[in-house]
């Protein structure tokens, strides 16, 4: 068995590892923190049936773990991934703290400087379908973010086969959990409902950063425009993406090269030809849904692809990522 700990157990994507590792047949949960509800168990503290105690985050037992989850904001996750692998477990963090490679560059993006630089150069991005030969062999993982798992995924293969020269604008969409539970004006039901709102359009939303850094491994050339969207659901990511093409690509060779690259992933499906991808395909799902559509007379292609933010696009990939370094099939649990 995997010993796994939750620190953040309290939060939706906390919540949403609980509810994986309830059908995962190699883990045991061995402690799950919150300081808010300490002494309490985890279904007072949020609607659910799972009788685990909470515990505060600077008491969990490190000794007792081969790995920690940690499903805390940026800013907070590097002290305990620094103490976690300090007691010599292995760390999955899902915020942001160690997706980018530069301390530099998480002081511009995140306003923060870092603590924990000194780990930076072994964190692995935990996307599996760019780096899975190193994902198991680390013990420090970068969970993405849950827009650059669906862009990155949607765009690589184009960037790989060098098929556009131009920026891409890149139009997302993102349920309401994407912003966590913390209550605040944006995300209040009122402003929310029945409404949908551009925020941080252009080249300003921090998740660019991540989605420039792995695209740009890809192809040194890659640059996007990102233009993130509240949409009034509870879950679920739609990225779509308009990509202008260099000569010689159709839908026939656009659809061969998707199907190629991502023959052998578990978890990208791509749709056949005049099917789009929508929330429903993926959400309560580790899926990345992608469709292809070739707009002929602009030589244009449009490519969509949704994931649930709190699965593909956070707890789910985390425990795809864990099967990857403990060794095990990586779709366990998860299928
Ligand atoms: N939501 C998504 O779709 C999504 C997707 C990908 C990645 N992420 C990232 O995953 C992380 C967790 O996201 P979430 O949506 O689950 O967040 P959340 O719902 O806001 O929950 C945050 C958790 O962290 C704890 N916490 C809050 N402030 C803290 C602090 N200053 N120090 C230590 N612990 C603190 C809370 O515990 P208490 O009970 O003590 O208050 C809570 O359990 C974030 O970094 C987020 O950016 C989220």
């Given at each position: 068995m995997i010993r796994v700990g939750i620190y953040g157990a309290t939060g939706y994507t906390g919540i949403e590892l609980a509810k994986i590792f309830a059908r995962h047949p190699e883990v045991e949960i061995k402690f799950a923190t919150s300081d808010s509800y300490?002494?309490?168990k985890l279904s007072e503290a949020f609607p659910c049936h799972f009788d685990i105690p909470l515990v505060a985050h600077d008491a969990a037992p490190l000794d007792r773990i081969?790995?920690?989850?940690?499903?805390?904001p940026h800013g907070a996750s590097a002290d305990y991934g620094k103490r976690v692998l300090d007691a010599g477990a292995s760390v999955i963090d899902l915020s942001a703290d160690f997706r980018l490679h530069d301390a530099a560059a998480y002081k511009k993006w995140y306003g923060l400087d870092h603590h924990?630089?000194?780990?930076?150069p072994q964190a692995v991005y935990g996307l599996p379908e760019l780096h899975r030969d190193q994902i198991k062999k680390t013990k420090l993982l970068a969970n993405p973010g849950c827009y650059p798992t669906s862009v990155i995924l949607g765009l690589a293969p184009i960037?790989?086969?060098n098929a556009t020269n131009d920026t891409i604008i890149v139009d997302s969409k993102s349920g309401v959990s994407g912003a966590g539970r913390k209550a605040t004006d944006i995300?209040?039901?009122v402003q929310v409902n029945e409404n949908l709102s551009p925020y941080n359009i252009g080249?300003?939303?921090?998740h660019l950063s991540e989605m420039e850094q792995e695209l740009k491994l890809v192809n040194p050339k890659a640059s996007l425009i990102f233009s993130p969207h509240l949409l009034p659901v509870t879950r679920g990511i739609l990225s779509t993406m308009y990509v202008r093409l260099t000569d010689g690509w159709d839908e026939n060779r656009l659809r061969q090269l998707y199907a190629e690259t991502y023959c052998n992933e578990p978890?990208?499906?791509i749709l056949p030809s005049g099917q789009f991808a929508t929330l429903t395909h993926s959400n309560y799902t580790n899926y990345c849904t992608i469709s292809i559509h070739h707009v002929a007379d602009v030589n244009q292609v449009i490519i969509c692809a949704s994931i649930d933010n709190l699965i593909k696009g956070a707890s789910g990939q985390a425990v795809q990522n864990m099967n990857l370094m403990f060794g095990i099939s990586e779709t366990t649990g998860l299928l």
């Open positions: 300490v002494g309490k081969d790995v920690a989850f940690l499903a805390l924990a630089p000194e780990l930076l960037w790989r086969a995300v209040h039901f080249r300003v939303h921090r978890f990208v499906r």
